[in-house]
């Protein structure tokens, strides 16, 4: 499975855009980029996901690399409650072999400071 | 109000002695999952179903049984073979299995 990597941490003011990258450059073709996030004492929350463009839903920005072999999720106007870990997984599109299985590494921890 | 939930939140238990953790939804999903997370990690998958009445084992399966007896219940048995039970356990569902999942509050297990 390709992996991800991701910093251990980072440092945000509240009202401030959070830009939290993520490096994947053995991507294949057939992976899709997905962020989970998760508060302290929670399970994981589904934040947005993509392949190849760009994309935006309420919750975040996903901005892909031109060659996919890394991305950044961004949160526009950090919040308090946006203090949680951020997992950046890559997870196969489904063929007859693989039903694409969620690989969570350790994440980033994002700290919001008010 | 739809959604995931596992009973209880804290759970303890004796060395030696089996326990089951509850994962019930009414978001009609088809496919369930059970993750542990211990401190400071990412979660790894125990075992998953498709369908009602079919399961697989993920990467960490050992120590620990499932059953889908019913669309909206999976529960998880950790035995007395799991070297290392204590954890966070965490269910989660989705429509497919390769829908978004979504994820329950989690059961702390702790193991003395």
């Known amino acids: 499975d390709a992996k991800t990597t991701q910093p251990n941490s980072m440092e945000s003011n509240e009202e401030e855009p959070v830009h939290l990258p993520c490096n994947h450059s053995?991507?294949?073709?057939?992976?899709?980029i997905h962020w989970y996030r998760q508060l302290p004492s929670q399970g994981p929350e589904y934040v947005i996901h993509g392949l190849t463009s760009n994309v935006n839903n309420r919750m975040a920005s996903l901005a892909i690399a031109e060659d996919r072999k890394s991305s950044t999720l961004i949160l526009h106007r950090a919040t308090l409650r946006d203090a949680a870990v951020y997992y950046c997984i890559l997870r196969r599109r489904m063929t007859t072999d693989s039903w694409g299985k969620l690989q969570f590494g350790a994440g980033t921890q994002v700290v919001v400071t008010p | 109000d739809g959604g995931i939930t596992q009973s209880p939140k804290y759970l303890f238990r004796k060395e030696g002695q089996n326990v089951t953790l509850s994962c019930e939804q009414n978001l009609n999903h088809d496919a369930m999952y059970w993750y542990r997370q211990d401190p400071g990690q990412g979660l790894r998958l125990i075992y998953y179903?498709?369908?009602?009445?079919?399961?697989q084992k993920g990467d960490i399966a050992e120590g620990y049984s499932v059953s889908r007896e019913k669309k909206e219940s999976f529960p998880l048995t950790v035995t007395s073979a799991q070297k290392n039970p204590t954890a966070f356990y965490l269910c989660a569902s989705s429509i497919s299995r390769v829908a978004e999942q979504y994820f329950g509050p989690g059961t702390r297990l702790t193991v003395t």
């Open positions: 179903s498709q369908i009602v009445n079919d399961f």
């Open positions: 053995t991507i294949s073709g057939t992976d899709y």
